[in-house]
Nanobody, 126 residues
Framework: QVQLVESGGGLVQAGGSLRLSCAASGRTFSPYRMGWFRQVPGKARDFVAAIHWGGGITSYADSVKGRFTISRDNAKNTMYLQMNSLKSEDTAVYYC???????????????????WGQGTQVTVSL
């Protein structure tokens, strides 16, 4: 079993920054990739960013390119999401997830991820 715990969410003014962390644990933790998703009430969970756990190759949703940076520390089994120039539309619950799928098309597909954290709220005020 794998456990993922997010932290770092909070309230920030528009234009500000936050850094989310996702700490992974579990004897079977060996992902192919990890990702960040976000969700607002009543809407589907949306892809934000993903990173190949071994090689570090990254992917981003168009809405966050140039503002968000995903990274990982393999030694600490921790993934990060640096969020800069935050906008009100970034307000959501942010989830981290891990995937053993090697399917390229699955990068942005929540169904391709095996384990999920509990989520952390990010609120961006005007």
């Amino acid at each position: 079993q794998v456990q993922l715990v997010e932290s770092g969410g909070g309230l920030v003014q528009a234009g500000g920054s936050l850094r989310l962390s996702c700490a992974a644990s579990g004897r079977t933790f060996s992902p192919y990739r990890m990702g960040w998703f976000r969700q607002v009430p009543g809407k589907a969970r949306d892809f934000v960013a993903a990173i190949h756990w071994g090689g570090g190759i990254t992917s981003y949703a168009d809405s966050v390119k140039g503002r968000f940076t995903i990274s990982r520390d393999n030694a600490k089994n921790t993934m990060y999401l640096q969020m800069n120039s935050l906008k009100s539309e970034d307000t959501a619950v942010y989830y981290c997830a891990s995937s053993t799928s090697r399917r390229i098309a699955g990068i942005g597909d929540p169904g391709s991820y095996d384990y999920w954290g509990q989520g952390t709220q990010v609120t961006v005020s005007l």
